[in-house]
């Protein structure tokens, strides 16, 4: 019901096509991945889009694309947060590093969606304005939220900022019978759909090193700490629960569900349904841990990187993106594929003399491109638009954008490197 207040807003911004589709993929989309990940990101634009009456095929492979950036810092940072514990490097100087490593990205990436929906030439002008206006609003916004909040922020202020920039835009471009028609919503309704991610975006920014007093209280309050005997030494864990993204979000969601009128029974039995739908998600990430620990301590990683090192030389850096894009691909995580290639790309670092905290980045900039093409992403862009057994011809549409886009950072990394 409330999903449906918002698509509604959606809908009644504009009647402009490209701005529907930038709007949906771009702004809700990252929002939904920054906020939540998992799939949402894909579903649920792809699903809007068709009930808006796009073609099915298009819904799902503008979504795919649209759901790339964002999910360098999907689901409040967690990627980067993960890359930055596996590699033990600065959260900012990474989060700042995949921001640059992206900038390119964040004007090509809504070029192409509007370009997709609108490929007349007359209206190349007005596309490629509007890339610029919505990438450089991402651009300097993440840019901003990365030096000095850290990785939970940047991709849920950029989408915000980004939704508030179409909208103003497709205000100041609509035609004066759309300027004249009245929308039905209510502000109290349009303000109770959107509190969950309002709330999450609060608790965020009053945890962030923005308020180092609170931030450093927070911190070293109701902390859990853990001993783990590996490889004949100890390893030592803290969890700082009252700023750990993922009890934010669950604190955000549940006082937002209250104040939507959920029931707090229905609550958790949604977070068990949840629990259940991820299990094998749990598994797989757990696996993962395990393996990359076994691979650094066995110095598995260590031989691996020579390997690469002593391969490609003084050009690794331009093929360190696709290491993080085959990781995704064959995940379906960014933070899977951080977790397991991380390490590596920063044992190539020291090799070849290069920046850590850059090639670490360039990992999860790649894995960026992989869920395009993710088969975990397609699966859930077709059940969205219930063109299951349509698949191939959806990966068909979206690989040239994923190659691109890899081929893109990959160079980026190259130059700056």
Not at 321 to 332: A, D, H, K, N
Request: proline share 3%; charged share 10%.
């Amino acid at each position: 019901e409330k999903m449906e207040i918002i698509k509604q807003q959606f809908a009644s911004i504009s009647t402009d096509k490209s701005i529907q589709v930038l709007l949906l993929t771009w702004g809700f989309g990252g929002l939904l991945e920054a906020m939540a990940g998992f799939g949402t990101a894909v579903a649920i634009p792809a699903a809007i889009l068709i009930s808006l009456g796009f073609k099915p095929i298009f819904s799902a492979t503008v979504s795919l694309i649209a759901n790339s950036v964002a999910t360098a810092f999907g689901a409040i940072g967690t990627p980067v947060l993960v890359l930055a514990k596996e590699t033990n490097l600065d959260v900012l100087h990474l989060s700042t590093n995949v921001v640059l490593q992206l900038s390119v990205l964040m004007f090509l990436i809504p070029l192409v969606l509007l370009f997709l929906t609108d490929s007349k030439l007359k209206s190349l002008p007005k596309n490629i304005f509007l890339a610029l206006l919505v990438g450089g609003v991402s651009l300097a916004s993440q840019y901003v939220a990365a030096k000095y909040m850290g990785a939970e922020s940047p991709a849920i202020i950029g989408s915000i900022l980004s939704i508030i920039v179409i909208v103003i835009y497709g205000k100041l471009t609509a035609s004066k019978e759309e300027k004249t028609r009245k929308s039905h919503l209510k502000t109290k309704d349009i303000l109770n759909a959107w509190s969950i991610y309002l709330l999450i975006l609060f608790l965020i920014i009053l945890t962030s090193p923005l308020f180092p007093g609170l931030r450093h209280t927070l911190e070293n309050n109701w902390i859990t700490r853990i001993s783990l005997p590996i490889n004949a030494s100890t390893v030592n864990y803290t969890i700082s629960w009252l700023t750990h993204a993922g009890v934010l979000l669950f604190i955000g969601t549940f006082i937002g569900g209250l104040i939507q009128g959920a029931k707090v029974k229905d609550l958790f039995i949604v977070l068990w349904n949840t629990v259940k739908q991820l299990k094998k998600t749990f598994i797989t990430v757990i696996c993962l841990v395990g393996l990359s620990t076994i691979m650094d301590s066995s110095g598995m990683i260590a031989v691996i990187a020579t390997a690469l090192a002593t391969a490609t030389g003084s050009l690794y850096p331009l093929f360190a993106p696709v290491i993080g894009c085959l990781g995704t691909f064959i995940t379906g995580s960014d933070t899977s594929s951080n977790i397991l290639f991380g390490k590596l790309q920063a044992s190539v670092a020291g090799q070849i003399h290069v920046s850590p905290d850059w090639l670490s980045a360039a990992n999860t900039v790649g894995a960026t491109g992989g869920k395009i093409i993710s088969p975990q992403s397609i699966a859930i862009a077709t059940s969205a638009g219930n063109q299951q057994g349509k698949e191939g011809e959806i990966l068909k549409a979206a690989i040239p954008y994923a190659l691109i886009y890899v081929a893109i950072t990959g160079i980026i990394v190259y130059i700056f490197s």
